[in-house]
């Protein structure tokens, strides 16, 4: 008799004594500060590419402590991804960093988020703009295959800190052409302009800068930002999304949501 699914044998590990509960089936520590995991998906679940879910452990006293995480793998994934910070006193990923094969976390199958197709106009062109962990609910859009049926061109503009710091986007970027799913949609439409702020890396700086300087658009070969070509998502820090917002409404692209489709759009959900 076969072997059941990996994930569905570490499923039945252990008893589920926490609410919501699904089970780690992977772990991936990209760097000193950033890791990544993957889990079981709730056979309930459904969700657009981009949207999160609020995930999290049990407190000593019982009680769930959660926080809102993109969730980085794409809509028709038998399993949940996710792109996480390390914060060595942080209530959370102080504790979620430790998360082993096998171990469980809660998971509140209850998807929201602005980060979608749907909340965007038809257009030309994607721009997916982020800083760090941001590129998480991106790294979900780029292996939807919507994403390249709705667009000619998709670009994304990752700012990290260090190089290392964009190894987790860089090697979903690199595997999308291989990919037997979206390779052939993905084709030549992808465009990659990852920058640093801390360490040399051949593109530093911030992306808003770039794009205030016009050097982003030259390096790519793309005109300026148009309201009847281009559609920008963002999903950053505080910083970042109130620079990428003014630069979009400079440019003449106006802010859309979910029950009103326009040029851009921001995820609001992880700034304090």
Known sequence: MDAAPHSA?????????????QTVTSV??????????RVTRPQSLRFRSGEFVMIGL??????????????????????????????????????LQKIEEGDQIILRPKPVGTLVLDALLPGKRLWMICTGTGVAPFASLL????????????????????????????????????DP??????GDKLKYYPTTTREPSGIEGRISDHIRNGRVFKALDVPAWAPETDRVM???????NKDIMALCEAHGLQEGANSDPKHFV???????
């Open 58 to 95: 049990l407190k000593d006293d019982g009680k769930p402590l959660l926080r809102a995480y993109s969730i980085a793998s794409p809509s028709w994934d038998d399993e949940l991804e996710f792109y996480s910070i390390k914060v060595p006193d942080g209530p959370l990923t102080s504790r």
């Open 143 to 178: 292996r939807d295959p919507e994403t390249w049926e709705c667009y000619d061109q998709v670009i994304l503009a990752h700012t990290c800190r260090t190089k290392g710091e964009l190894a987790y986007g860089a090697e979903i970027v690199d595997a999308l052409p291989e």
């Open 28 to 37: 991936h520590h990209w760097t000193d500060t950033l890791f990544s995991f």
């Open 266 to 272: 921001v995820e609001k959900a992880f700034i304090d």
């Open 9 to 21: 044998t570490l499923a039945t590990k252990a008893q589920k004594i926490m609410p919501d509960a």
């Open 234 to 240: 963002v999903c950053g820090n505080l910083a970042l």
């Open 181 to 186: 799913l979206i390779g052939e949609l993905v």
